[in-house]
C-alpha cells in the first residue's frame, strides 16, 4: 500500500519535470488513476446501501423488500425468506461484476490482474 503511493508520487514528479503542462498531466494520468479507485468505492457503498435498506425501510417503516424480509422471518414464511435474500445477493453479486468491469476498462492494469 505504502510502496503503491509513493510509486504515484514518484510518477507524479517525474511527468511535471520535462514540461508537461498541468491540465494535460492531471486528465492523462492522475485523473486516470483516480477514477478507477472512486468506481471501486462507489461499488462498495452501493452494495451496503442495497444491505442497509432492510434496517432503514423498518426503521421508518417504508414498505419494500426489508420489510417483507423482517415480516417474513417473524411469521416463518421460508420460500419467500429466502426468494428475498436470493434476490440481495444476486443484486451484490451484479453490482460486483459490473464494478469489475468498469475498472477493467478504465485501468488496464486492473485487467489483466483479473484475467480479462
Known sequence: MEQDRLRRWWSVANATCPGVTDAAFQTKSVTTSTE??????YGVNLAYLIGGTVLVENVFSLPGLGTLLVSSVSNRDYPVVQGVTLLFAVL?????????????????????????
Open 92 to 116: 451484490i453479486v451484479s453490482i460486483n461484476l459490473l464494478t469489475d468491469v468498469v475498472q477493467a476498462a478504465l485501468d488496464p492494469r486492473v485487467g489483466q490482474e483479473i484475467g480479462a
Open 36 to 41: 478507477s479507485d472512486g468506481v471501486a468505492v
